[in-house]
């Protein structure tokens, strides 16, 4: 039987992201604890469990976070809706830190930063999985939590390049996505010039490690040009694919040897 990776505490994830050690993680699809628990068990320092663009439910939500716990790996979430209340309810259920979609304001970064600490922020007092259902005293969760909740903003809009030295000049935001997808898409929608994704990226990559602060992305494949080339604009945080698709690549190979494997001599 194959013993489980001992690494750092899950709660550790945000020092280790700010003092960008070379993180690896993923997105998860599928609203179970499944993945995750094996992610765990195989080594992967984090996932992202994405209410975005997956039917996770609060409910799911739960499971997975108690999956990640288990197994030792930093449970975080893309929420969603970019709002106080999701917020509140992700970290409450257990998730180490929260990824937020489309923020291309400095007035949305300063607003998430807030919405996800206590002390000089606007977080509301919860003790859930959180907070260790109370096991704590009120103000030692409330510094505790405030050390170690991670805050990731996703740049993917053409506004934010705009004014991206603001945006990631923000109190409270540890870390910075580079959404290419989304941002390739706003960037073509454009009515007057605007810089290439490539372009674009480079102007981001630059300002956060600027900053000080995390770079995160994903790709879809390690052994690529492309996760070198991530590697090389300064990205720490680093996601590979999904689940779904690890799964598909997987599944695919099989295929492949199955079917090489019973071809006709």
């Known amino acids: 039987m194959t013993a489980i990776p001992q690494r750092l505490a899950p709660r550790d994830f945000r020092k280790r992201l700010l003092a960008r050690e070379l993180l690896i993680g993923t997105f998860c699809k599928t609203p179970t604890s499944h993945a995750t628990e094996i ?3 195989l080594g992967y320092d984090f996932v ?3 209410e975005e663009h997956a039917p996770w439910t609060r409910q799911s939500l739960e499971v997975g976070f108690l999956g990640a716990r288990a197994f030792n790996i930093a449970g975080l979430v893309r929420i969603a809706r970019p709002d106080a209340s999701s ?3 992700a970290l409450d259920d257990g998730a180490i830190g929260v990824m937020v979609p489309h923020v291309s304001s400095v007035e949305k970064a300063r607003n998430i930063a807030s919405w996800a600490r206590y002390k000089g922020g606007t977080r509301g007092s919860g003790v859930g999985r959180g907070g260790d259902y109370g096991g704590r005293p009120m103000q030692a969760h409330y510094e ?3 050390a170690t909740t991670t805050v990731i ?3 993917e809009d053409r506004e934010a390049i705009e004014q991206i030295d603001d945006i990631v000049a923000v109190e409270g935001i540890d870390a910075f996505f580079l ?3 989304d941002l390739g898409l706003s960037l073509s929608n454009a009515t007057g010039p605007a810089p290439s994704v490539d372009e674009a990226v480079s102007i981001v990559a630059k300002a956060v490690v600027k900053s000080g602060k995390a770079l995160c992305a994903v790709t879809q494949n390690m052994a690529s040009d492309d996760a070198k080339k991530m590697l090389d604009l300064g990205v720490t945080g680093l996601m590979v694919a999904s689940d779904h698709g690890l799964l598909r690549s997987g599944a695919l190979a099989q295929l492949n040897h199955f079917r090489n494997l019973v071809k006709p001599g």
């Open 39 to 41: 992610l765990g068990s």
């Open 48 to 50: 992202m469990l994405d």
């Open 87 to 89: 917020i509140l309810s």
């Open 144 to 146: 505790a939590s405030d």
């Open 153 to 155: 903003a996703m740049i």
């Open 179 to 181: 959404g290419r997808g």
